[in-house]
């Protein structure tokens, strides 16, 4: 950076406006310049932004002002308006959705002018990466949401959450409703007994038995079509808690009528039908009840969007990113039910994970992609082997943060691809998780 542009920020401070404007090299509405002079992280952000395009500062003359497309003006406008609102609203409405955006008021002001002044805009993308900018700062509200795309936000350190402060009852930043939408307080609900295994899809499963899930302490969460699974001790299991992130018509229709199943369902598919499948006809067929409309069903927000250091503590569900988002190591693209479930598990309390049936694409004596019927071609395959890759990486990020917050995991899948998390065998874990399995009553009642 040039000594004119660093005295611009340290020295002159909020300067004279027509040397800020020469030195950026386009002009400042009112309110702009209002808030440059108060606040020295916008100056020094759009100075170093400029510094990055053109170390040369201008010695004459400011330039001819910078005129804005009239979609660009609406679109500021819009959100100079939303950010009025927000700091209007209730303290509840406008804290949850600070807390969403990982920013404090002032943070928000900074960022809505520098997205305000920012010539590298044509209506709500960049014209630099062709990226969503302001449209997503002023309506979707999410984390990456407000990741400027040419990195021209001031970076805000945060420190890492204490242990305690992940296991809040009341306080647990995770929503997670009821079936007919009442805010629910299901934090730390196994904290008791906080053991539990998460059964996913693959072909390993057939060489386990999962009856001995059953065992008294023993808490098994199924995801998408597990319980379907064959495996050693006969066909099909039921698990305690189940969980989904695709449309519900995937899914066997028990899954959610068996009231015995506690069911976590996205909140977006709540009104979607439960359906059967008719494999002759190949076609969809309704059982006439809506997925909220199923008994001990509950709904979670997901999102797509991965942070490692907000992952435990965030209030939706990450269930990977989506392509229009970056995880920490710039790798947009590839979700799982996995990271939904993990995390679930997490908010009940649950402190000791095991993993069964992740394979992660590793391949089986007879070439089966799922414990359960169900074919793949090899594009799918190769899609679904990026993705157990991708996954694995971020289980790997995930790990400190787990650490730190208690939270202790093993793979106990016989085989497979996931490396991120240590090994256990499942005869291990199940003594770990279970309890006495003999029941004693006599003398119980009183007597002799």
């Known amino acids: 950076m040039s000594r004119h542009l660093d005295d611009l920020i340290t020295k002159t401070g909020p300067g004279d406006r027509s040397t800020v404007e020469a030195a950026l090299g386009f002009s400042l509405d009112d309110a702009t310049w209002s808030k440059w002079r108060g606040s020295e ?21 400011a330039p001819a002002p910078w005129e804005p497309p009239a979609i660009v003006a609406r679109h500021r406008d819009r959100t100079r308006a939303f950010a009025e609102r927000l700091v209007k609203a209730p303290e509840p409405v406008r804290n949850g959705r600070l807390a969403r955006m ?17 010539p590298d805009r044509a209506g709500h993308r960049c014209t630099r990466c062709g990226c969503p900018a302001e449209q997503e700062l002023a309506t979707q509200l999410g984390a990456s949401a407000f990741r ?20 809040g009852h009341h306080g647990n930043p995770c929503r997670v409703r009821h079936r007919d939408g009442t805010p629910t307080h299901l934090g730390r609900l196994f904290a008791a007994h906080p053991h539990a295994f998460l059964v996913c899809s693959g072909p390993s499963l057939r060489s386990l038995d999962l009856h001995r899930l059953r065992a008294w302490g023993v808490v098994a969460m199924g995801v998408n079509n597990s319980p379907a699974g064959v495996h050693a001790g006969g066909r099909g299991w039921r698990p305690n808690l189940h969980t989904y992130v695709d449309p519900p018509k995937k899914f066997c229709e028990q899954l959610f009528a068996d009231p015995q199943v506690m069911t976590f369902a996205p909140a977006r598919e709540s009104r979607a039908n439960v359906t059967t499948w008719d494999r002759e006809r190949r076609a969809y067929d309704p059982v006439g009840r809506r997925v909220e409309q199923c008994a001990n069903v509950w709904l979670y927000d997901r999102h797509a969007t991965f942070d490692p250091s907000t992952y435990l503590t965030e209030p939706g569900f990450s269930w990977g990113c989506d392509v229009r988002h970056s995880d920490p190591d710039d790798v947009a ?77 093993w793979n106990c899948t016989p085989g497979g691809n996931l490396h991120a998390f240590p090994r256990m065998a499942f005869d291990d874990a199940l003594e770990r998780a279970s309890l006495d399995q003999t029941l004693r009553t006599d003398g119980r009642y009183g007597g002799t």
């Not at 992280?41 to 003359?61: H, I, K, N, T």
């Not at 169900?374 to 943060?401: G, I, V, W």
Request: net charge positive; hydrophobic share 40%.
């Open 102 to 118: 990982h920013v404090d008021e002032l943070e928000l002001e900074d960022r809505v002018a520098i997205c305000d002044t920012c």
């Open 148 to 167: 400027c795309p040419l990195a021209r936000f001031p970076t805000v350190e945060r420190e890492r959450p204490a242990a305690e402060e992940y296991v």
């Open 41 to 61: 992280r916008l100056r020094r952000d759009l100075v170093r932004s400029q510094a990055g395009r053109d170390q040369s500062v201008p010695s004459s003359a």
């Open 333 to 409: 693209g590839s979700k799982s039910v996995m990271l939904v479930a993990v995390k679930l598990l997490f908010y009940l309390g649950v402190r000791n994970l095991y993993i069964l049936g992740a394979d992660f694409g590793a391949a089986s004596d007879d070439g089966a992609w799922y414990a359960f019927p169900q074919s793949k071609d090899r594009r799918a395959r190769a899609s679904n082997h990026n993705t157990f890759a991708r996954l694995d990486r971020r289980f790997r990020m995930l790990r400190p943060y787990f650490r730190d917050a208690g939270f202790h995991v």
